[in-house]
């Protein structure tokens, strides 16, 4: 059963993976999962852990409502923005990609964000 869609998975899996990025850009090591979520949290206020939901497309249909979740991951994005650089976002919306691609095939994916914040990081 397919909880959340593909382009919500596309989003959660660059706010994830930017926060990897973000973090291992200051701790200068990769994190685990514990540390993380306690970085996302503190830093940008972001729940990891429903992050990684929707990436695992784990929950519940009857509680996940499209407007809310996709106006969170935008909120995550627009947090996240001042801190990546082109080449980090580039990087993170690749590999969000080939993720998809495997279960999805080459569909095109937007982002839950203004086109103004992304075109600043091109």
Not at 34 to 49: K, Q, R, W
Not at 68 to 93: G, R
Not at 97 to 118: I, K, W
């Amino acid at each position: 059963m397919q909880y959340f869609s593909p382009e919500q998975q596309y989003n959660a899996w660059i706010v994830s993976d930017l926060v990897k990025q973000i973090f291992h850009k200051r701790a200068g090591c990769s994190p685990g999962i514990h540390e993380l979520a306690v970085f996302a949290e503190e830093h940008f206020h972001i729940d990891i852990d429903f992050v990684f939901s929707i990436i695992m497309n784990i929950g519940d249909i009857e509680f996940a409502l499209t407007d809310e979740i996709e106006k969170k991951l935008s909120s995550y994005l627009s947090t996240l923005l001042p801190y990546v650089t082109a080449d980090m976002f580039e990087t993170s919306k690749a590999n969000a990609h080939a993720f998809l691609s495997r279960r999805h095939g080459n569909a095109a994916y937007h982002l839950f964000v203004s086109d103004d914040a992304f075109m600043r990081k091109q």
